[in-house]
């Protein structure tokens, strides 16, 4: 309570100078723990901290853009913080903050763009009501079961949720170990908002859907209307994107491939394994052509002959690969005309010089051209530039193995 004391006197000797603060950034001390009260007599004071929050929200005034990124156990800076957040909300374009700060807040106002909320403490009785037409990016992290899209309202009819303006839309559920997974029966698992497929998402405006790698998550690119092209999606596992995809359809024949993983066939699976959704998907062609597939923390060993792509076009690899790897990738991509490769492995030379040993170790007679499609390859080393020699000696390499091939860049 002292620090907060402290921080408010500050702010009236200067309220003058904060009338046009727009941006409001709290930060805690992790190392030291949750709590900002390092006297624990005070501890229960709450009643002093609403007044505190209530004083700071009239000193400065002009918050439109609000940020709380952490979730704390202590009462008294939580009942500060909350106090502040109500009045704040009426005025919100910008706001990123944990669940439990908006427990006093009813709604937001209709100039709100950007709506960033996590859940820590899986408790979403209350949830503001949101003017959703004007959204421009909407980030929902750590959603469980009693979340309700009901929240957000629009004038577009029943059953459909109004976003019309929206750009960016996140969906992130709780990470759930695999040992969590098996430890608790389908019934205790969430696997989704309740009322996830009641309602319709009017979207023209998208242009980015982030989510998870797990069923009912990727279930709401079905609920999707208003875009028929989404030009970029990206899919996580524990945090790190694993799939980009560009410009997917989302037409009729993808809907009902993304609606089936909310089936009964899958509701006992929280998170799916990367290559079996990706051999579930891009068996489609619909789904494949023309679309650009970025895999990134993928795994370098990971067998490439698991692979089922048939319709692919374009690929980008941000994993660090070896050239006869990338050839194996290749040779079970029978449509692959674009290949990128961000990190090809490297080795250094005794010598001190850059090297693909693989290129200058194969005789004529072993390089076997491979009946494949690819028309395109740029490589890439990471950080580091390929000599002259070695693009050179490498661009000879790869034509005598792909026929196809029309362009190499480095």
């Not at 059953?159 to 303006?165: A, G, I, P, Q, R």
């Not at 579930?280 to 990134?296: K, Q, S, V, Y």
Request: overall charge negative; proline content about 5%.
């Amino acid at each position: 309570m002292l620090i907060i004391n402290a921080l408010l006197e500050q702010i009236r000797k200067r309220s003058a100078l904060l009338d046009s603060v727009t941006h409001l950034d709290i930060s805690i001390d992790l190392q030291n723990g949750n709590s900002l009260d390092p006297h624990p007599g005070l501890v229960g004071d709450i009643a002093q901290a609403v007044s505190l929050g209530n004083e700071f929200a009239q000193l400065v005034p002009g918050i439109t853009y609000y940020e709380w990124p952490f979730v704390t156990n202590d009462d008294v800076l939580l009942a500060f913080i909350r106090a502040a957040t109500k009045h704040y909300a009426s005025n919100l374009s910008r706001i990123s903050c944990e669940l439990t700060v908006l427990s006093d807040v009813e709604h937001f106002s209709d100039k709100l763009r950007h709506l960033d909320i996590r859940c820590y403490s899986n408790d979403f009785s209350h949830f503001p009501l949101v003017q959703s037409a004007q959204l421009k990016m909407l980030r929902l992290i750590g959603i469980e079961k009693e979340f309700t899209w009901s929240s957000f309202q629009g004038d577009k009819g029943p059953n459909v949720l109004d976003f019309s303006s929206l750009k960016h839309l996140s969906l992130g559920v709780p990470f759930v170990t695999e040992e969590e997974t098996q430890d608790n029966s389908p019934d205790t698992i969430w696997y989704g908002p309740a009322d996830l497929f009641e309602y319709t998402v009017l979207a023209p405006q998208l242009v980015k859907f982030r989510t998870q790698l797990c069923p009912f998550s990727l279930s709401c690119l079905s609920s999707i209307t208003g875009v028929d092209i989404l030009p970029e999606v990206e899919i996580l596992t524990m945090a790190k994107v694993v799939l980009k995809i560009t410009n997917l359809k989302l037409n009729d024949v993808i809907k009902r491939k993304f609606s089936g993983y909310a089936k009964e066939s899958v509701h006992n699976m929280l998170y799916m394994n990367w290559i079996d959704f990706a051999n579930d998907i891009f068996c489609i062609p619909d789904f494949a052509e023309n679309t650009r597939i970025d895999l990134n923390s993928i795994g370098s060993s990971f067998d490439a002959s698991t692979i089922n792509w048939p319709y692919l076009n374009c690929l980008i690899i941000r994993e660090r690969i070896d050239i006869e790897y990338m050839l194996m990738l290749i040779k079970q991509l029978p449509n692959l005309t674009e290949l990128k490769v961000f990190n090809l492995k490297l080795i250094l030379t005794d010598d001190g010089h850059l090297s693909i040993p693989e290129i200058y170790e194969s005789s004529d007679d072993e390089l076997q051209p491979l009946d494949v499609n690819i028309k395109r390859i740029t490589l890439m080393a990471g950080p580091l530039l390929l000599p002259a020699t070695l693009q050179a000696d490498t661009t000879e390499y790869l034509c005598k193995r792909l026929p196809s091939l029309d362009i190499v860049e480095y």
